[in-house]
């Protein structure tokens, strides 16, 4: 997954949430898509793996785009 993100121009990504029993709740999936691949990433059993994708988050060459609730 890493390696054909960070070779786009372009992301959409989209974060769920769970609130229950948490003022301000955590982020408990990511979804991350190019124009031809979609990822879903649990990011409760790979939060120590997340890092990763500070590279690709940061890059200011892939223009990323939050998916809106519908």
Excluded: W
């Excluded at 408990?28 to 691949?37: D, H, K």
């Excluded at 590279?55 to 519908?70: A, R």
């Amino acid at each position: 997954m890493n390696d054909h993100i960070e070779n786009q121009s372009e992301l959409a990504i989209d974060l769920e949430h769970h609130s229950y029993r948490s003022y301000q709740g955590f982020t408990c999936l990511m979804q991350i898509s190019s124009r031809t691949e979609d990822f879903l990433i649990d990011t409760i059993a790979l939060r120590d793996e997340l890092h990763i994708l500070n590279n690709i988050f940061t890059n200011p060459n892939i223009v990323k785009v939050n998916s809106p609730d519908v």
